[in-house]
């Protein structure tokens, strides 16, 4: 695939001035040997027929015969051109070049093409200002041009100021001598997920295309990663399966599948759920998701709402295109968006991947300034959610050849890559290195657990809202394991949340994470979660209900809490509660029942005012007299210091 998409840039950037013999040669070939232009002639017809390996036997001979015979120079540079071995057609042409420096402009052009291909920059923009001192040059050449010489300057800026990059192979339980490309990994980091090319078996061998591509997932052990295992079905078919992306909760996946029957274009977007270790039947995202042309490589957001993917459908800047589109509450999709001029150019981007922190946004590209080939580029929202100008990742991570995939862990620190130049075991291998500070995401942490019945221990398929407590707005939404009630969570490190876990005949449950400010998180949050059926005399603390010191008006961060406990009153009519408050042993007994009672007052005054009959409610304040923690430290306080309700009556 990366030959192929080398071809394709290489024939985008000659389109006007192809390498091809009608565009080079003039009427009267310069060669005076006859049996050297008889072998030329004899070349030619080869070349016509894709018989190179004859075509170049019979120009060695013609460059032996006369060495000074131009064509027979371009030709041999068509074919290495052509076959993919740039090196030798650079070589092939620079001698042309030397041969007619006046006569073959196009030549320059093609020349410094290849070489910014190969990384010899400073030859690539000699050879563009040399074109460019032609007269009359086509503009949209001369634009080729001015491109490429800013490309060489960028690259031998970043080839002279190194950024550090030191990849690690996964080794043998991962990569094989099959192509490996990295597709995903849990935001535990304890899955990773990624499509192996392979050899079909004599079964299912299709001759026009003998491998197959399938998804495989690895788990993580204490010494690295176990044998990987292929997904199989319904996943995996006899077809190609690719560009798999899981959701942050490990609930969902999306991924690419070509030519299928349910397909609507060359290649569409598919979703599949998890329900305890078995994945649903796939799903194709539907007409308004996938277009009638290449639909591929999703990434969706730790949000719950978002997905990222590349497309070459009809109304996009360039040959492939970065789109999103949202999930919507009745479950469809909205109609994706382009992401727009400060991501997608004229040429082609691809591969996005949305980290966790849902703000940064890596993807490659081959229309932004870069080192040749496909770069990987870093992007990032700014304060009104747009998307500032992409990042070059540098060189040595990014090179000549292409780079199209890389991936972030949760806290930002390591990422992955395939590649296919660093040695591997096989061609493309998956490797992980350290992410050097200045392109890392916002770090995020996880909180991670199963649901379960308090009291019957029964694993429970739970509702989790997680909200932004400064903006009151919700930043994700998933839902447990139906079978295992596990859950999985991402939390960016730069805010407040309150987070509910709410299911239908149960209390909710709340948790406070004070995040902001807050930028390395080594221990993420574990923790099972007993849900209590709604009986009378349990209990539950409000754990984001908000207070100044020695005061009872509710702060504007209680808000979240308070509506899901109007919403609980609400789904369940007949439910009577207690709203109790309760301090720590700070200041005299008499001032803390006064001040727990007020604080309980404002909750229930805050209920009724939205709806809630006062029949259904009482308050009280218990002050220091019913403390759950010690009063020695800040945090047994901090714990005492609470509001609670507890089941009245139903």
Known sequence: MIHLLRILILLWFIADGSLLLHSQYPEQISGTNKKATKLFHS????YQLRNYESA????????????????????????????????????????????KPEELRNLYLITANLELMTGDYQDAKNHYLKFLAFSKIPSDKRFKAEQGINSCEFALEWVSHPVPFDPVNLGDSINTRFDEYINGITSDGELL????????????????????????????????????????????????????????????????????????????????????????????????VNSGAWDSQPSFSSDGKTLYFASKRPGGKGSSDIWMTSLQPDGSWSIPENLGDSVNTKFEEMAPFIHPDNQTLYFASRGHP????????????????????????GYPLNTCAD????????????????????????????????????????????????VFDAQTRRKLEARFILTDLNKQQVVAESFSDPSTGEFLLVLPTDRNYALNVSCKGY???????????????????????????????????????FFDTDRYELKPTSISELTKLLELLQKNPNLKVEISGHTDNQGSAEYNIVLSQNRARAVFDYLTSNGISPSRLTFSGYGLSRHID?????????????????????
């Open 43 to 46: 070349a030619l017809e080869a």
């Open 193 to 288: 997920f990624f499509t192996r090319k392979r050899a079909k078996d004599s079964l299912t061998l299709n001759h026009s295309n003998p491998y197959e591509e399938d998804f495989f997932v690895a788990i993580r052990n204490d010494n690295g990663w176990n044998m990987a295992r292929e997904m199989g079905p319904p996943v995996n078919t006899h077809g190609n399966e690719g560009a798999l992306c899981i959701s942050p909760d490990g609930q969902r996946i999306f991924f690419a599948a070509c030519h299928r029957e349910d397909g609507l274009g060359s290649c569409d977007l598919y979703q599949s759920h998890r329900d305890g270790g078995h994945w649903s039947e796939p799903e194709n995202l539907g007409p308004v």
């Open 56 to 99: 170049i036997l019979d120009l060695t001979k013609a460059i032996a015969l006369d060495s000074s015979f131009t064509e027979v120079y371009i030709l041999l540079g068509d074919i290495h051109s052509e076959t993919g071995h740039y090196p030798e057609a650079i070589a092939a042409y620079s001698r042309a070049l030397e041969l």
């Open 403 to 450: 780079e199209i995939t890389l991936l972030v862990n949760t806290k930002g620190d390591l990422a992955y890559i395939s590649s296919d130049k660093l040695g591997g075991k096989g061609r493309q291998d998956i490797y992980s290195f350290v992410l050097y500070p200045a392109v890392r995401p916002i770090p995020c942490t996880y909180f991670k657990g199963k």
């Open 370 to 393: 870069g080192l040749g080939g496909l770069d990987l580029y870093q992007t990032k929202k700014d304060s009104s959610g747009r998307w500032k100008t992409p990042v070059n990742l």
């Open 507 to 545: 209390l909710f449950y709340s948790e406070h994470f004070a995040l902001s400010g807050i930028h390395s998180i080594d221990r993420p949050f574990l923790k099972d979660i007993p849900l209590k059926p709604i009986r009378i005399g349990e209990s539950v603390i409000l754990k984001n209900i």
């Open 630 to 650: 010690s009063n020695d430290t800040p945090e047994g306080r901090a714990n005492n210091r609470r509001t609670e309700f507890r089941v009245t009556g139903l």
